[in-house]
Nanobody, 129 residues
Framework: QLQLVESGGGSVQPGGSLRLSCAAS?????????MGWFRQTPGEEREGVAS????????YYADFVKGRFTVSRDNAKATLFLQMNDLKPEDTGMYYC?????????????????????WGQGTQVTVSS
């Protein structure tokens, strides 16, 4: 079973940066995955932040992070990253790494959340002055 472990969260001032990592284990070399980052604030629905396919370079972003966040992956290290720059207080939340098996690039930002059947435990990001 694919397992995902996030790291890199923390507290930062507005305008600062953080780099989140998601280490995947028990991956299959013959499979490709959609991998995505989601975030959730207590009392609100979880929302997609960014996603990427392990079989290509195209990436997808929610409007509220475009130009500030960059999603990338290192397939050899089975690791997903989210570089977050110019952080804003509204970026505060629990950030989750998620994945699902996808033989083609079906990783657009509108991909239904339920398709992501592998989830990490989350890492907290707090942006405050």
């Amino acid at each position: 079973q694919l397992q995902l472990v996030e790291s890199g969260g923390g507290s930062v001032q507005p305008g600062g940066s953080l780099r989140l990592s998601c280490a995947a284990s028990a991956t299959a070399r013959n499979l490709n995955y959609c991998m995505g980052w989601f975030r959730q604030t207590p009392g609100e629905e979880r929302e997609g932040v960014a996603s990427i396919w392990t079989g290509g370079s195209s990436s997808y972003y929610a409007d509220f992070v475009k130009g500030r966040f960059t999603v990338s992956r290192d397939n050899a290290k089975a690791t997903l990253f989210l570089q977050m720059n110019d952080l804003k207080p509204e970026d505060t939340g629990m950030y989750y790494c998620a994945a699902f098996v996808s033989s083609r690039d079906y990783c657009h930002i509108d991909a239904p959340e339920y398709k992501y059947n592998y989830w990490g435990q989350g890492t907290q990001v707090t942006v405050s002055s």
